[in-house]
């Protein structure tokens, strides 16, 4: 059964800061990654997706890296905004339906 | 705008009564998802459907039922048999349900709050 763990739990940085969050996994015996985007109370917003067969995907000030080996993944996110203050969760894509979500790790940016 | 809506927003249920989430795609998607989160939790599947007339149970089916008669909606009853219904409910939905090489995209979810 894949599990998936997110660390830290929560993050707070001042504005400016590069910052990593981190995403583990059991299996790795997977289709695809995806980093995802919660504000509070609300939905999901796709951030990055990252096939099996790669190793990294951006876009603009995100970067995701996907080491299946190891079993990790991380998403960097350069010079913080208060903006990027969310939830953000990373899930294992294991077959043609699942998704296999970690907890999530509440980022703060303060101003 | 294409998009989910999901409705209501907030929903309060009294002990022994079913209640039904609405949800509602513009996007011409085939594949539709219900998932539960629970506070400080992953994401956990409820029921998908891959296509209009089919539904598949999920990892905890159990206490919920759905239909999928229309491409565009795909409505979760939580019934009386859901011991621990509070929660925030979130509908998805993909091109289909290929999801190794297709974006999922999620409504804005809905509260229930069992009273």
């Known amino acids: 059964k894949q599990e998936v763990t997110q660390i830290p739990a929560a993050l707070s940085v001042p504005e400016g800061e590069n910052l990593v969050l981190n995403c583990s996994f059991t299996d790795s015996a997977i289709y695809n990654l995806q980093w995802f985007r919660q504000d509070p109370g609300k939905g999901l917003t796709s951030l990055l997706l990252i096939q099996s067969s790669q190793r990294e995907q951006t876009s603009g000030r995100l970067n995701a890296s996907l080491d299946k080996s190891s079993g990790r993944s991380t998403l960097y996110i350069a010079a913080s905004q208060p903006g990027d203050s969310a939830t953000y969760l990373c899930?294992?894509?294991?077959?043609?339906?699942?998704?296999?979500f970690g907890k999530g790790t509440l980022l703060t940016v303060n101003p | 705008d294409g998009g989910i809506t999901q409705s209501p927003k907030y929903l309060f249920r009294k002990e022994g009564q079913n209640v039904t989430l609405s949800c509602e795609q513009n996007?011409?998607?085939?594949?539709m998802y219900w998932y539960r989160q629970d506070p400080g939790q992953g994401l956990r599947l409820i029921y998908y459907s891959q296509i209009v007339n089919d539904f598949q149970k999920g990892d905890i089916a159990e206490g919920y039922s759905v239909s999928r008669e229309k491409k565009e909606s795909f409505p979760l009853t939580v019934t009386s048999a859901q011991k621990n219904p509070t929660a925030f409910y979130l509908c998805?939905?993909?091109?289909?349900?290929?999801?190794?090489?297709?974006?999922?995209?999620f409504g804005e979810g809905s509260w229930l709050t069992v009273v």
């Open positions: 998805a939905s993909s091109v289909d349900i290929n999801l190794s090489g297709n974006t999922i995209y």
């Open positions: 899930a294992l894509g294991g077959s043609n339906y699942k998704l296999t």
């Open positions: 996007l011409n998607h085939d594949a």
